[in-house]
């Protein structure tokens, strides 16, 4: 399993992705806690965008399931790269409603690229290790979390 290059390049897009990911929800925090008063109006907003990604699932499954999984998570990153075009002119204009066009477009591509990275470790790790596999994924897929989340701390502190 370690030996097979496309096993690690995935783990690469994963830790790099999730990672992307939490940074950008600590710096939607942070936006929102500057731009917006309730707490609960905030939350609300930052669960705005998987709740989209929740209701499209269902088609989301059978793209993913039909199509070429290579060219969904290549269409996923280009839209996740797009969106900061909005977070830019969110915290640019101090709007709220473009950082929320910015967390519908990375909860949309998050509803398509994560469950097209699972799809893929069985096509590429052999069925023996299909276990160990899947756990180091999660494994990956929770560091980069953490992970994540501190580098967006340590840059609102740094900031």
Sequence with gaps: MWKNRN???LMFGVAVSSTG???????????????????FLQALLLLSGFLVGVF???????????????????YAGLARSFAIVFMY????????????????????????SNPAMQT?????VK????????????????GARIAGTALGGAMLVGM
Excluded at 21 to 39: A, D, P, Y
Excluded at 92 to 110: Q, S
Excluded at 127 to 142: P, R
Aim: glycine content about 8%; overall charge positive.
């Design 7 to 9: 096993f690690l390049l």
């Design 21 to 39: 990911l939490w940074v950008g929800i600590i710096g939607n925090l942070e936006f929102l806690q500057k731009n917006v008063e309730s707490s």
């Design 56 to 74: 499209l699932a269902p088609m989301a499954g059978r793209i993913i399931d039909r199509g070429d999984k290579k060219k969904i998570l290549i």
């Design 89 to 112: 002119l969110a915290i640019a204009n101090d709007n709220v409603w473009w950082m929320l066009i910015y967390t519908f477009i990375i909860g949309i591509a998050g509803t398509f």
């Design 120 to 124: 893929l470790i069985p096509l590429i």
């Design 127 to 142: 069925k023996e290790n299909l276990l160990q596999a899947n756990g180091v994924y999660m494994n990956i897929f929770t």
